[in-house]
């Protein structure tokens, strides 16, 4: 799978045009000016993380905490996003805190497995409504990226692509006939 492939998954899951692709792709840096004071904390990280985890929890599987989502998604905002992209970012952590706050009267960080998900599920209802009526020049919702950038790093990251697929080291041969059973993981 290359990463093209895997950006247009993505956009196909969290119903929206991947924020920041057009760097991302190309592999490029973002010319434009940072944010000023942009750089984000080790708590910041810690949450993101947190964030990440809510999304794809360790199962018999890695979590995003294990591919370490959160310093993923600050170098992406750092390094791909527009300056406006990366406000709505920045601004959306406070949000989700806030939000959490006002729903279950603590933060985020103290809140329980289930209060997490519970905001994140109705988080992700009201990105997916507000990509419904977003106009061209709109900025994008802030759980959108969030949630875009837990999957992009998850599925890009050492634990995501080992222990998630059969991975096969390149180079290696190509064999087109190789056995495949039902419920196998999907190889990359």
């Known amino acids: 799978m290359d990463r093209r492939e895997l950006l247009k998954m993505i956009a196909v899951i969290t119903g929206s045009a991947v924020v920041g692709g057009e760097f991302f792709s190309s592999g490029c840096k973002n010319k434009e000016s940072k944010v000023a004071g942009l750089s984000f904390s080790q708590n910041d990280i810690a949450f993101l993380d947190e964030i990440g985890e809510t999304i794809l929890p360790k199962t018999n599987t890695p979590g995003a905490k294990d591919a370490e989502v959160g310093k993923f998604m600050t170098t992406v905002v750092n390094d791909c996003y527009k300056e406006s992209d ?4 920045v601004d959306g ?3 989700l805190d806030e939000a959490c706050t006002k ?3 603590h933060g985020f960080m103290k809140a329980d497995v289930t209060h997490r ?3 994140l599920t109705s988080l992700d209802k009201e990105a997916k409504e507000y990509a419904k009526i977003k106009k061209k020049n709109d ?4 759980f959108t ?12 990251s050492k634990p995501g692509l080992q222990q998630c697929f059969d991975y096969l080291p390149v180079p290696g041969k190509y064999d087109g006939g190789a056995a495949y059973k039902e419920n196998d993981k999907m190889y990359v």
Do not use: R
């Open 86 to 89: 990366q406000q709505v970012f």
């Open 117 to 119: 998900k519970e905001l």
């Open 103 to 105: 729903m279950f009267g």
């Open 139 to 142: 900025p994008n919702h802030y």
């Open 93 to 95: 952590i406070k949000k």
């Open 145 to 156: 990226m969030m949630k875009q950038l837990t999957l992009l790093g998850f599925f890009t």
